[in-house]
């Protein structure tokens, strides 16, 4: 008898201590990470692989609260290129010296949300350029990889094969307005865009 009641007394606590163990592993199981929207003003100097095996430096000028993101390429052993793009959609790509050109693109989209990696897809923890990342791909277009511990962007690729790598991150960075001012050409000159583009 004191068996019987050792036993159902055993399986009452067990019951009983049920509910607790489901939710304690409900606890357990988290949520996939969400992106860290970019501050709304910052600097990063990206080293850049493009499709084509060219290399490139850019000075990445990001400022969302005058709605514009600048991007400097050091195109390598060729021509510095200024990608000034515009929260209207319009970008302005140019160069300076002897053979100076610009173009201007009408885009029809803006530069991107501080938020625009929201809804993107989680793919999990990758190690990538020696960091431990978190990882996201958005519209079969840009996977970003993320550090777990500082929440810095350590690279992002697209999908023509474009892959740029994070060397510095300034938060708070600000590009003097003298500088992302069009020249008089891009008003005045026609170009061919494959100058740019090829």
Known sequence: MKQSFHATSLLILFL?????????????????????????????????NLTSTHLQLCDLW???????????FHKQLDVVLYDIEWSNGTSFYYT????????????????????FLDGARYLGR????GFLCDLWEKVDFIWYYEDVVTKIPVRWDFVGGISSHVMTWEVGAILPDSIVQAPEYCFTKSVNRKTFFA
């Open 62 to 72: 990001y400022d969302w609260p005058r709605g514009r993101n600048v991007n400097i």
């Open 16 to 48: 009983l201590q049920l509910p607790n163990h489901v939710s304690l592993s409900r606890k357990l199981t988290t949520p996939a990470p969400t992106p860290t929207p970019w501050p709304e003003q910052f600097h990063a100097l990206l080293y850049m």
């Open 96 to 115: 300076f010296g002897e053979d100076a050109q610009c173009s201007v693109v009408d885009f029809g989209v803006g530069i991107p949300r501080p938020d």
């Open 126 to 129: 990758v190690v990538t350029d």
